[in-house]
């Protein structure tokens, strides 16, 4: 399971690097060629997209993520528990309810291209279908540990 994390990682991280070499081509084409290129934006912007969704989806432990913390730290293990098990059952289920939908659109925008480089819209929403998936995964996971009592400690600062 290590090796899938550390491939995710990297991964995320190479496309962010693609993403910041775009920019640069950009950047010297437009201020120091005087020559716009059109694909340098659009590319940018897919990456960017994917960048963001495959880290929210695969790179962001749950522990950095924004809590509000106030009503969890102030409860005991018991209630603790079941906040966990209703929140993982709302996000997992909302995610999962909306799977069927977003692969219907996924699949649908195959028929469709970015205007530039011609990249099917489908490889371009793909990551949201990713992140909907992960976060099922992740909220299933997580409802097998509150249901074993596990992760029940007190977050935050002032924990």
Do not use: C
């Amino acid at each position: 399971m290590a090796w899938l994390h550390t491939a995710a990682r990297t991964l995320g991280g190479l496309m962010f690097l693609a993403l910041f070499g775009v920019f640069l081509i950009q950047i010297a084409a437009r201020f120091g060629l005087n020559q716009p290129l059109p694909w340098t934006d659009e590319l940018a912007v897919v990456l960017y997209l994917w960048v963001i969704l495959w880290a929210a989806a695969f790179m962001v432990p749950q522990r950095e993520h924004v809590v509000f913390d106030l009503v969890w730290n102030s409860v005991g293990p018991r209630a603790r528990r079941w906040m966990k098990i209703a929140g993982h059952l709302l996000i997992g289920g909302l995610a999962a309810m909306a799977v069927p939908a977003n692969w219907d659109y996924v699949h649908f925008m195959r028929r469709e291209g970015t205007p530039v480089l011609g990249l099917s819209f489908q490889w371009v929403f793909l990551p949201l279908l990713l992140l909907l998936l992960a976060l099922v995964a992740h909220s299933l996971w997580g409802l097998w540990r509150a249901w074993q009592g596990l992760d029940l400690e007190a977050q935050g600062p002032g924990a």
